[in-house]
């Protein structure tokens, strides 16, 4: 086996821990008992050594991702407003280590890989999942109020969901992908799989964003028509999007009551209501990174004292970004999320960009499923992880593929390209 083989491996397995909490039957919320966490760790500091070894090439992938390096900059630099500031700065020592991992993986391996990799690790968890059902069926289900929701070896139903929200579309773009009769058979069976999961966790939020996801995928193909017509496609797409969250926004209830739930999502209005309260008490910079949600002991009080429940987050994204870092890091996010869609669109219009539509997939799961749940610049999260990777790799492949098009389709002419690139290569 070679050493990149090898790290494919750990690169699966690694995606595969960052799936979420484990059962309390298997560990838990218990430092001691979080056997997955530790083992990911374990992983992590073991690829640290490749890490330094090819440091250069990672520096250089972060200068031409100087947005996601001024993030994780003032990331750092708003653990001093923090009024735990200790707590901040190690928060924010473990999101800057597990981040730059992401990006090696971006840098080390081609989009293919990274795709392998991360079904590879979705696999790992449905297969988990299903034994763990059949070994002890009374822990893989729900208690209490979600009675009867599967959650297999997550201590939340909605955990599981999120990781299948994001399997049941990759897994269909594959499966629409493969020209081999025997792979069809194998991905049509894990999309199956994948489905009946995603069903029996009865989460509305993922079968809501993978059925979005599905529906969305045939207008990948409108971004290889002409650019005016790629550019309206994309418009069109952007604008769908804003005015169906929007709609959502303002009528959530009546949507709630009508699908059967909780008109407050599960207590999530009222926790939004409060947070942009104290928003608006400090909307430049926020309270310094993780220095809102500290229980009783935090501005996160205002919360817990409402009595719906104890959460440690906004089950927002953009909302608990702008709790942390303010209007200045929601910016810098936003700025980012847009470079990477706009890089996705331009790769997928050139005549080999084979990865792009799963691409879209990625990135629409990590927006969509950041309203009703908080995975931005979550250290050990499966969801943040892949967004990283995978905006690093369109970036490398982009550059790649446009240098090399350039030279072979179009007058010889100069091409502005990273270095980042030819390391890249001879990796």
Same mark, same amino acid.
């Given at each position: 086996?070679?050493?990149?083989?090898?790290?494919?491996?750990?690169?699966? $397995?690694?995606?595969?821990?960052?799936?979420?909490?484990?059962?309390?039957?298997?560990?838990?919320?218990?430092?001691?008992?979080? *056997?997955?966490?530790?083992?990911?760790?374990?992983?992590?500091?073991?690829?640290?050594? /490749?890490?330094?070894?090819?440091?250069? &090439?990672?520096?250089?992938?972060?200068?031409?991702?100087?947005?996601?390096?001024? /993030?994780?900059?003032?990331?750092?630099?708003?653990?001093?407003?923090?009024?735990?500031?200790?707590?901040?700065?190690?928060?924010?020592?473990?999101?800057?280590?597990?981040?730059?991992?992401? &990006? !090696?993986?971006?840098?080390?391996?081609?989009?293919? %890989?990274?795709?392998? $990799?991360?079904?590879?690790?979705?696999?790992?968890?449905?297969?988990?999942?299903?034994?763990?059902?059949? @070994?002890?069926?009374?822990?893989?289900?729900?208690?209490?109020?979600?009675?009867?929701? /599967?959650?297999?070896?997550?201590?939340?139903?909605?955990?599981?969901?999120?990781?299948?929200?994001?399997?049941?579309?990759?897994?269909?773009?594959?499966?629409?992908?493969?020209?081999?009769?025997?792979?069809?058979?194998?991905?049509?069976?894990?999309?199956?799989?994948?489905?009946?999961?995603?069903?029996?966790?009865?989460?509305?939020?993922?079968?809501?964003?993978?059925?979005?996801?599905?529906?969305?995928?045939?207008?990948?193909?409108?971004?290889? *028509?002409?650019?005016?017509?790629?550019?309206?496609?994309?418009?069109?797409?952007?604008?769908?999007?804003?005015?169906?969250?929007?709609?959502?926004?303002?009528?959530? %209830?009546?949507?709630?009551?009508?699908?059967?739930?909780?008109?407050?999502?599960?207590?999530?209005?009222? @926790?939004?209501? #409060?947070?942009?309260?104290?928003?608006? $008490?400090?909307?430049?910079?926020?309270?310094?990174?993780?220095? !809102?949600?500290?229980?009783? %002991?935090?501005?996160?009080?205002?919360?817990?004292?409402?009595? &719906?429940?104890?959460?440690?987050?906004?089950?927002?994204?953009?909302?608990?970004?702008?709790?942390?870092?303010? *209007?200045?890091?929601?910016?810098?996010?936003?700025?980012?999320?847009?470079?990477?869609?706009?890089?996705?669109?331009?790769?997928?219009?050139?005549?080999?960009?084979?990865?792009?539509?799963?691409?879209?997939?990625?990135?629409?799961?990590?927006?969509?499923?950041?309203?009703?749940?908080?995975?931005?610049?979550?250290?050990?999260?499966?969801?943040?992880?892949? !967004?990283?990777?995978?905006?690093?790799?369109?970036?490398?492949?982009?550059?790649?593929?446009?240098? #090399?098009?350039?030279?072979?389709?179009?007058?010889?002419?100069?091409?502005?390209?990273?270095?980042?690139?030819?390391?890249?290569?001879?990796?």
């Amino acid at each position: 086996m070679t050493v990149k083989r090898l790290e494919w491996c750990g690169v699966t $397995a690694a995606l595969a821990l960052t799936g979420g909490n484990l059962n309390e039957v298997i560990g838990g919320d218990s430092i001691v008992n979080r *056997a997955d966490q530790g083992l990911l760790m374990a992983i992590l500091v073991a690829a640290f050594p /490749l890490l330094i070894i090819r440091l250069r &090439v990672v520096g250089r992938a972060f200068q031409g991702d100087r947005l996601l390096l001024i /993030l994780l900059a003032f990331i750092v630099i708003s653990c001093s407003w923090s009024i735990s500031p200790l707590r901040s700065v190690a928060l924010a020592s473990v999101l800057c280590f597990t981040t730059t991992m992401a &990006v !090696y993986i971006g840098v080390r391996f081609t989009l293919g %890989e990274i795709k392998g $990799a991360v079904i590879c690790s979705l696999c790992l968890i449905m297969v988990g999942t299903v034994l763990f059902t059949v @070994v002890s069926p009374g822990n893989a289900f729900m208690q209490d109020g979600h009675a009867g929701a /599967l959650r297999g070896f997550y201590s939340q139903k909605n955990t599981l969901a999120r990781s299948m929200a994001l399997a049941v579309p990759l897994i269909f773009s594959s499966l629409v992908a493969a020209k081999q009769l025997p792979k069809r058979l194998v991905l049509l069976g894990l999309f199956a799989m994948a489905v009946l999961l995603l069903l029996a966790t009865r989460s509305a939020t993922g079968a809501l964003v993978a059925g979005g996801l599905l529906m969305a995928h045939p207008m990948t193909s409108l971004f290889k *028509a002409r650019r005016y017509l790629a550019a309206s496609a994309l418009i069109l797409v952007l604008s769908l999007i804003a005015i169906g969250t929007v709609s959502l926004v303002r009528n959530v %209830e009546n949507v709630s009551v009508a699908l059967g739930r909780d008109p407050t999502l599960t207590g999530r209005t009222i @926790v939004w209501t #409060i947070a942009i309260r104290d928003i608006a $008490a400090r909307p430049l910079v926020g309270y310094g990174f993780r220095g !809102y949600w500290l229980g009783w %002991e935090g501005p996160s009080a205002n919360v817990w004292s409402a009595g &719906v429940w104890n959460p440690n987050d906004s089950h927002n994204g953009l909302l608990d970004v702008l709790l942390d870092l303010g *209007a200045v890091g929601a910016i810098l996010l936003v700025l980012h999320v847009t470079k990477t869609l706009t890089t996705i669109v331009r790769g997928y219009r050139l005549r080999d960009g084979e990865y792009h539509p799963w691409a879209l997939v990625v990135l629409g799961h990590f927006l969509l499923y950041n309203v009703t749940e908080s995975t931005v610049l979550r250290p050990t999260n499966l969801v943040w992880l892949i !967004y990283i990777a995978v905006s690093v790799g369109i970036c490398i492949d982009f550059r790649t593929r446009s240098r #090399i098009s350039s030279k072979t389709f179009l007058p010889r002419r100069s091409v502005d390209a990273l270095s980042v690139v030819d390391e890249h290569q001879r990796v």
